[in-house]
Structures are given as structure tokens and as C-alpha cells.
């Protein structure tokens, strides 16, 4: 429930919204206003299922005001006081929300004020503070708190008011869904709560298990960009995901990196490219046994005749290690192939997988079915590629060496207008 007020003052009152969600997937947000939003307020519970009759006429339904919400419908309704409202205990088929996820490395091409849905683990949570409303000089409470997610990049979210006195910092590093939340770009792009904003911890969608999967086979350990101004935050491996400046890579073919020689002499090169994955090498080392000590930096164990695996950088015997990627793939695009290395970081996000799932149904010949089956869902994918080439010796022979530093999602409007800016070159 919230206050409103007209521009032109012809008038005053309360309102509040709902978001309203049907069996077949369609959904609709439904706003009520003074005598109705007091009495309909105490009605509506989140993921209750309702009987709506709505007695007025066409002017209940109106054109939606799509600023204010990212809700999938044209149109919006108004609830008045002849509505008849019904709670329905006998239908659990509808669904409780439906989300439309922006991944967060997305949302630097979101425009301001833009309305999504986004979903990642919160690495950092600051303490509850406040700030002075300009035009009523009230303190109003809010908190920010940072989402990352497989894209490897993170974004800050500021909550307000009950939303930030009730947000418990004492679960560590949850995923957080959150439902209608509006896109700011000042200081860098950040995420604001707003009145219908709804969020969910742990929410039971498979995006949770690919978080929790990603998050925890690092230990917490996770490089990541700042759509924030932040800048660059954790660390990582050798070959793992080191993306400062990964973002603003020229753009080249992989026929363009082999014929202008990329890394070849000086000093390693380093380019953006939109390839599809054409083959998974199944040969050789796809993963190794990494040790579980955060300081180690994954470094590899040995196993012991005795019994559990030894690091010989902490001295320590673990029993169980976590499985890492180290594989080899194939990319292709319309000029050329390429072959190259990926680490853990670039191969969860390929793979959509932890290395010791993959691992576990490599192993097993009883679920081999289960191992060709993650092979084929990681093939044929076009990913947009950070690639660095860097020329190595071994006996003197002289090769270059490719290895992917940073992948994420292919962000087609983005690619749209990138195609539209080339033909604009040639003067069409």
C-alpha cells in the first residue's frame, strides 16, 4: 500500500497492486485504488489462487503502463469495490510467480528504469542504513546488497524500507530471485526495489541448482566484473576466468586472429569473438583433483595409498577433493576453427555442470548415457568468447596456444545493433 498523489493536485489517496498469474502461464497486474485498495488489501496473500469477477465495465481494463512493471500483457486491470473476490483452496496447478530472468552481464545494455527479473547468489551484504527524502525530510531505510551470477559479473540492488529492515544478512550468500526491479545507470548500472518488487531466497528453480553448484565448486572463490563501478572483485586461477577489460575486447573472427597472427611475438593478444562450440574433446585430462584449501588457489592433490589425497603446497591430507575443468573444445565461426583450452570458471558455464557431475558419469560406465548426454547439450551452443593467444616452445617448436579467459551468453539486440552499426559502414 502506497500513497499517491495527482501532478495536477485534483486529487490524493492510497493504492496498491497485485500481479496476478492464471493457469496457462498468461499474467496480468491488477491495481486498486482508496476505498477499494483498503478493503482488497488484507484479501491478497502471494501465491494464494483466487476467483476474480470483475462487475464494471470496459473500463476496468486499460493499457498497460509499462514503465512501472515488466509483467507480459499489453493490458492491466483496475479492481474496484463491485469486484468479487474468492480465495481458492482446491487448485495447486497455477504456478506462484513466473520469472523472466536478465542475466546479470545482460543488463549493461538495459536501458534507465528499465523493469527485470534477475536471479544470482548475494556475495556481499552492507549494514542497514538510511537517507532523507528531499521533498518530505523523512528518513527512509535502505540497504544494498551485491548479486553475481554465472556470467561473471555482479550488480548492486538497493532495498527500501521494510524490505531492508526485514532482509536477514545472517543466511550466507543465499540465491536471491527478485521480481520487478527497476535498472538505474548512475555510477554504473545498479538494480532498485519498488513497491511490487517481490523477492524469493533459495527459490525451488533450476537456476538455484546451477548457482548453488557454480558458487560452492569455488568455494566462494569467484572472479567477477562490477557492473557497479565497483570494479573487479575476487580472484582466480591460472586460465580461470580473468576478465579485467574482458568485456570491452575488440571484436575479431577466429579467421582474423589465425591470419593477422594474434600472439605470435610480444606480448599475449587478446580479442572478443561470437563462435559456436563444435566439438568437445573427450581425450586426455578433462579435469583434475584440486585441493579444498581455500590459500592452495585449487592446486592438484595426489591420492595416497592409504587413503585420501595429499597437497604438497599446504601439507595437508584431505579425503575428498572437488573435481576442476581443464578441457579442450573446439570453437568454429564462418571464417575459421580453433582449438582451445578452458579452466573451471569458462567450463561450468559451457558445460552446465560442476566437474565432479561430469566426472561422476564419466567414471561410471553405467551412466555413460548420462556422460554423452552432457557432451551433446554443450555442443552446437554459440557463446560470445574472451580468447588469448600466446605462442609457447617446447623442443623448439614454436605453436600458439589458445585458451578461453571469459564466455557468457550472446545477447542478440546488442548483436543487432552491432550488425546494423557494420552495414551502416558501407553506406546501405
Known amino acids: 500500500m502506497r500513497a499517491w498523489n495527482s501532478k495536477q493536485g485534483k486529487g490524493s489517496g492510497e493504492l496498491f497492486n497485485v500481479d496476478l498469474l492464471d493457469g496457462e502461464g498468461g499474467e496480468i497486474r491488477a491495481t486498486m485504488f482508496n476505498e477499494a485498495a483498503k478493503r482488497f488489501y488484507e484479501v491478497f496473500q502471494v501465491g494464494q489462487v483466487y476467483f476474480i469477477k470483475?462487475?464494471?465495465?470496459?473500463?476496468?481494463?486499460?493499457?498497460?503502463?509499462?514503465k512501472f512493471s515488466n509483467i507480459q500483457n499489453e493490458y492491466e486491470l483496475t479492481l474496484d469495490q463491485n469486484t468479487i473476490i474468492q480465495p481458492c483452496f482446491d487448485d495447486a496447478g497455477i504456478a506462484t510467480v513466473q520469472y523472466h530472468f536478465t542475466v546479470i552481464g545482460e543488463l549493461r545494455y538495459a536501458n534507465k528504469d528499465a523493469m527485470v527479473d534477475v536471479v544470482g547468489i548475494v556475495s556481499n551484504s552492507q549494514a542497514l542504513g538510511s537517507i532523507t527524502?528531499?521533498?518530505?525530510?523523512?528518513?527512509?531505510?535502505?540497504?544494498?546488497?551485491?548479486?553475481?551470477?554465472?556470467?561473471?559479473?555482479?550488480?548492486?540492488?538497493?532495498?527500501?524500507?521494510?524490505?531492508?529492515?526485514?532482509?536477514?544478512?545472517?543466511?550466507?550468500?543465499?540465491?536471491?530471485a527478485v521480481r520487478g526491479v527497476?535498472?538505474?545507470?548512475?555510477?554504473?548500472?545498479?538494480?532498485?526495489?519498488?513497491?511490487?518488487?517481490?523477492?524469493?531466497?533459495?527459490?525451488?528453480?533450476?537456476?538455484?541448482?546451477?548457482?548453488?553448484?557454480?558458487f560452492d565448486s569455488q568455494h566462494g572463490n569467484v572472479p567477477h566484473i562490477s557492473l557497479s563501478g565497483a570494479g573487479r572483485a575476487g580472484g582466480g586461477d591460472q586460465g580461470g576466468n580473468q576478465m579485467g577489460g574482458a568485456i570491452d575486447a575488440a571484436r575479431h573472427t577466429l579467421g582474423e586472429a589465425k591470419d593477422r597472427h594474434f600472439g605470435v611475438t610480444g606480448a599475449p593478444s587478446t580479442w572478443s569473438s561470437k563462435a559456436t562450440v563444435v566439438?568437445?574433446?573427450?581425450?586426455?585430462?578433462?579435469y583434475y583433483d584440486a585441493?579444498?584449501?581455500?590459500?592452495?588457489?585449487?592446486?592438484?592433490?595426489?591420492?595416497?595409498?592409504?587413503?585420501g589425497f595429499s597437497c604438497e603446497k599446504c601439507g595437508l591430507t584431505i579425503e575428498r577433493p572437488y573435481r576442476r575443468y581443464t578441457l579442450n573444445i573446439c570453437i568454429s565461426d564462418n571464417s575459421n576453427d580453433m582449438w582451445a583450452t578452458c579452466f573451471n570458471e569458462v567450463g561450468l558455464i559451457i558445460m552446465g555442470q560442476d566437474a565432479d557431475t561430469f566426472a561422476h558419469a564419466k567414471e561410471n560406465t553405467e551412466l555413460a548415457s548420462q556422460y554423452d548426454a552432457i557432451i551433446a547439450e554443450a555442443s552446437f551452443r554459440s557463446w560470445n568468447f574472451r580468447i588469448r593467444a600466446k605462442e609457447d616452445e617446447y623442443l623448439g617448436d614454436k605453436r600458439v596456444k589458445y585458451a578461453i579467459v571469459h564466455v557468457e551468453p550472446i545477447n542478440f539486440v546488442q548483436e543487432s545493433r552491432n550488425l546494423l552499426a557494420e552495414i551502416k559502414k558501407y553506406g546501405v
Open 279 to 286: 566439438r568437445v574433446k573427450r581425450e586426455g585430462m578433462l
Open 291 to 307: 585441493c579444498t584449501t581455500p590459500d592452495c588457489k585449487f592446486k592438484k592433490v595426489v591420492p595416497l595409498t592409504s587413503g
Open 54 to 66: 470483475i462487475n464494471g465495465g470496459p473500463g476496468n481494463v486499460k493499457t498497460a503502463q509499462r
Open 182 to 214: 527497476k535498472v538505474s545507470d548512475y555510477g554504473g548500472k545498479t538494480l532498485s526495489s519498488v513497491g511490487s518488487t517481490s523477492m524469493e531466497l533459495n527459490p525451488n528453480i533450476p537456476e538455484t541448482t546451477i548457482l548453488r553448484q557454480w
Open 133 to 176: 527524502a528531499r521533498n518530505s525530510g523523512q528518513q527512509i531505510l535502505r540497504r544494498n546488497i551485491t548479486l553475481i551470477d554465472t556470467s561473471g559479473c555482479s550488480i548492486d540492488l538497493t532495498l527500501w524500507s521494510e524490505r531492508a529492515e526485514q532482509w536477514d544478512d545472517h543466511v550466507q550468500n543465499p540465491v536471491l
